[in-house]
């Protein structure tokens, strides 16, 4: 069979062998609802809360801060509009990025819809939001500011730790979307200065359709779901326990492999631009040369068109994407890089490869060796 090679992780990753093995018992033995008071749900409860501590332990959290989710979408949209409407009496107005992923950003248009006010704040050539851009859009109603930790699309991480500090001594609620961010750099929301933190299980090798929102004790929320008392009245539902088990294996594997990954994704980038430079074609790497994730290479190859190239490697096997999955598919720029205004040619070349667990050096070196190919013949 022709070889293919997955460069898509910022997308999805494929489920970890480990992670499969520790759900299967809850698709099929442990079967009892966590709320039930017989001995099946007892059980399932004392899984669910076992996955809450081994969760807690990965994020450096309280257990009792953890709230199950149903992806990272959810959480983004239960810390902005939950956080908001908690607080709508003492103002209405939120700060956020134009570079945030649709979860936030979508989320923010809603709150507008309900009369709420949001500043979109701009990103420099680097993908990076300033922390004085910050202060300066911060007014007495403000009520909420939601800031990424790592750019999904170009990697760029941003300097959660100075606005948080920033906003705490203000007494604003502060929420990062921490989904690329966590698996890759180590987070400790007891550090952080912030209020609210998301993380989805699929992008660290869990299963689909589970998260969570860490939020802090005496943050302002007002609940979205509404139905039974299940998480401690902050997300009603019966508990997706399978999925949340499976969550709890894949932190627990990426706590545990998280130097060793890391140091394979530095090679994997390192040995695609290296392959570029030596094969002469001209590239530009977009986001932060030194602050990104270091499983996202963001690049471009002005002159050859982003649909082009994902096309032609993918005749070839290698799946990359044009940036955020929910975005490709349409000859549309990406709303990050339109917001970094980076030159036309620049912008509407850009690829993104993202590593994965799974990945090897040498699959990143034949994947570089197919782009100058592609690029050479397209050139020519
Ligand atoms: C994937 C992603 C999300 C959405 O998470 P889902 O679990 O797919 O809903 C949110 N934010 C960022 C930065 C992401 O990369």
Redesign the pocket.
């Known amino acids: 069979m022709r070889e293919r090679i997955y460069l898509d992780h ?3 990753t494929p489920v970890h062998p480990r992670v499969v093995e520790a759900m299967h018992p809850f698709l099929t033995e442990v079967y009892g609802n966590p709320s039930s008071v017989h001995g099946f749900g007892r059980e399932a409860r004392q899984a669910l809360e076992g996955a809450r501590d081994t969760i807690a332990r990965f994020l450096d959290a309280d257990p009792q801060t953890l709230v199950f989710t ?7 949209n239960m810390a902005i509009i939950g956080g908001a409407m908690a607080q709508r009496e003492r103002g209405r107005h939120v700060i956020t990025s134009s570079i ?5 950003l979508h989320a923010c248009e809603h709150l507008e819809q309900l009369g709420f006010e949001v500043t979109y704040l701009p990103a420099d050539k680097t993908g990076m939001i300033s922390t004085d851009e910050l202060k300066k859009a911060v007014r007495p109603d403000t009520i909420l500011v939601s800031i ?1 930790y ?3 699309e170009v990697g760029t991480i941003q300097p959660i730790e100075e606005m948080g500090s920033y906003l705490r001594e203000r007494e604003i609620v502060f929420h990062t ?4 961010a966590v698996g890759v750099l180590p987070i400790s929301v007891s550090k952080l200065p912030v209020d609210m933190l ?1 993380v ?4 660290i090798n869990g299963p ?4 969570a929102l860490f939020l802090g004790r005496k943050v302002p929320f007002t609940p979205y779901l509404h139905g039974g008392s299940q998480e401690r009245k902050r997300r009603a539902g019966t508990e997706n326990l399978a999925s949340i088990i499976g969550f709890a294996e894949a932190a627990r594997i990426a706590q545990e492999e998280m130097e060793e990954r890391v140091a394979k994704y530095r090679q994997m980038r390192t040995t695609m631009l290296q392959c570029w430079q030596q094969e002469g074609i001209s590239f530009e790497v977009n986001g932060h040369p030194e602050k990104h994730l270091p499983h996202i290479l963001n690049v471009s190859f002005p002159g050859v068109h982003t649909e082009t190239m994902l096309m032609n490697l993918d005749l070839e096997g290698v799946a990359a994407a044009s940036g ?2 929910c975005t490709s598919g349409s000859l549309e720029l990406s709303h990050v890089l339109e917001a970094m205004c980076l030159d036309d040619p620049v912008a509407q070349s850009a690829i993104r490869f993202s590593f994965g667990i799974t990945n090897t050096v040498e699959e990143a070196e034949r994947a570089a060796r197919k782009v100058a190919q592609i690029v050479h013949r397209l050139k020519r």
């Open positions: 910022a997308a999805t149903s992806g990272g979408t959810e959480a983004d945030e992923h649709h979860a936030v990424m790592g750019n999904n979307d921490a989904v690329q998301s989805s299980a699929h992008k689909k359709g589970v998260g955020s999955a």
